[in-house]
């Protein structure tokens, strides 16, 4: 809020680095230090009355470590953002402190830049941890049908995932045929692979197909019903494609500096979703793995968009930067949803539910399967389509239901679903 400081809370047990990080953050004038603590108890004994936005957490603490005391600090106090501090090489310590509820950590000795990014970075992301709620209107997403709006306005629901290889393809591919089976062939269900440059939607759908999004690239302000029609391409599903260019030579021509408009979205790119929406009730859309002009022009119109990730510590911090960037351009953060791919229930690794108590619910856990994804990917038969049964097609199949239940009435902006509603009040976002 205008004119209110971030206030910031120390926790070291070493009085010169208290000291020191006190001093470092007098060079901001937006930051106020509430309180020191020289121990985890201390902290948690003051964290109340102290009301700090922000908790800088030494991870190595006398007594109750700095993990087990970002814990119980939350419990007191859930609306603090706790980053946590350590020296280099304990990266098995952040999982764990990630898991207690810190939402980012840093380097000893940080720079004085590092702190006060991290602290203003945290402090933003409160309005959200309260319960407030960025309004659609003030965000990018396009939100439902205006005036004038043709009868047809798909749903445009997004796939994306910071790093390659996570399973965004596939789960794009498997969400698409799986929402054309739920829905029933009246309704019609568009896959968009924006992913221009290695875009591979297609083979995963044994598809070769004559013609591209690059064709449209020359007509995309003047489209029409039929030139759509021919350039799209039917899977045996329902399912129509719009497959990427088949070398990345042929994506240039959609991906030409001067089509970019006032807020770095590609014009191109836009004016074709804008058309293809009102041709179909949903368009899945798979992309790269990067926010770039195409992402922008795609998340300006986005009604949903999927974050896919697996649970890894580099494709959750991944994850985490990419909300977080969400969050940085007012995108409406209701309409983001998580998806955890290869869950691996045998084997130790990090519970999906951890990555969701510091995150947000996911839509869908879906399983490891080697096995299965992979003969999938070379035979270019999706799973839903060849085991429907098997739990990772299950998985994708009730992630459709989900989404169509959502979309399905065409009142989801009054009566959000309960998941969603309660995302928005819950604060671990990151
Ligand atoms: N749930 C899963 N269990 C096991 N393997 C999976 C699962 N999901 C995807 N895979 C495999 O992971 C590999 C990468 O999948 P995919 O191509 O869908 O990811 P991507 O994020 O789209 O990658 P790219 O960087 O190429 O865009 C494929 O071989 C696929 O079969
Ligand atoms: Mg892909």
């Known amino acids: 809020m205008a004119g209110e400081k971030i206030r910031v809370m120390i926790v070291d047990d070493v009085a010169e680095t208290r000291e020191q990080l006190r001093k470092l953050l007098t060079f901001d004038a937006d930051i106020q230090v509430v309180a020191m603590a020289g121990s985890g108890e201390e902290a948690i004994k003051t964290v109340a009355g102290a009301k700090p936005d922000v908790v800088l957490m030494d991870i190595n603490l006398p007594g ?40 980012d950590y840093l380097t000893k000795p940080p720079s004085a830049d590092e702190l006060i990014d991290a602290i203003h970075r945290m402090a933003k992301l409160k309005p959200i941890r309260g319960g407030e709620t960025l309004s659609p209107a003030a965000g990018m997403g396009s939100g439902g049908a205006g005036v004038g709006t043709p009868a047809r306005l798909g749903k445009i629901i997004t796939l994306f995932s910071p790093k390659g290889g996570t399973g965004c393809t596939t789960t794009a591919v498997n969400l698409a045929i799986a929402l054309q089976s739920s829905v029933g062939p009246e309704v019609k269900v568009a896959l968009i692979d924006l992913s221009l440059q290695f875009g591979d939607a297609a083979i995963f759908m044994k598809l070769q197909p004559p013609r591209t999004i690059a064709d449209l690239a020359s007509r995309a302000n003047e489209m029409d019903a039929e030139l ?25 021509s959609l991906l030409t500096t001067e089509i970019v408009d006032e807020a770095g979205g590609n014009r191109l790119v836009k004016s074709i979703l804008k058309f293809t929406r009102q041709e179909f009730d949903y368009l899945i859309v798979d992309t790269a793995h990067t926010v770039d002009a195409v992402m922008l022009a795609l998340l300006d119109l986005s009604d949903m968009v999927l974050v896919l990730l697996r ?29 955890i791919n290869s869950v691996d229930n045998k084997r130790m690794g990090i519970q999906p539910e951890a990555i969701e108590r510091n995150m947000m619910p996911a839509l869908a856990h ?23 049964r098997a739990p990772i097609s299950q998985a994708v199949i009730k992630l459709a239901q989900v989404i169509d239940k959502q979309f399905a009435s065409g009142t989801e902006e009054s009566t959000q679903p309960a998941e969603t509603q309660r995302r928005l009040g819950l604060g671990r976002l990151l």
């Open 311 to 339: 649970p890894i510590i580099p494709e959750i911090r991944g994850a985490r930067n990419f909300l977080e960037l969400l969050q940085k351009m007012n995108y409406p953060m209701e309409k983001a949803g998580l998806v």
């Open 366 to 388: 879906v399983p490891l399967d080697e096995r299965i994804a992979l003969t999938a990917a070379n035979y270019g038969v999706p799973f839903v389509v060849k085991e429907p």
């Open 228 to 252: 759509l029609a021919t350039v799209m391409v039917p899977h045996p599903s329902g399912v129509k494609v719009l497959a990427a260019p088949p070398s990345p030579e042929d994506a240039e």
């Open 64 to 103: 109750i470590d700095g993990i087990t005391a970002t814990g119980k600090l939350l419990e007191v106090l859930p609306s603090a953002q706790v980053v946590m501090l350590s020296v280099q090489g304990e990266s098995d310590y952040m999982r764990r402190a990630m898991m207690a509820g810190a939402r």
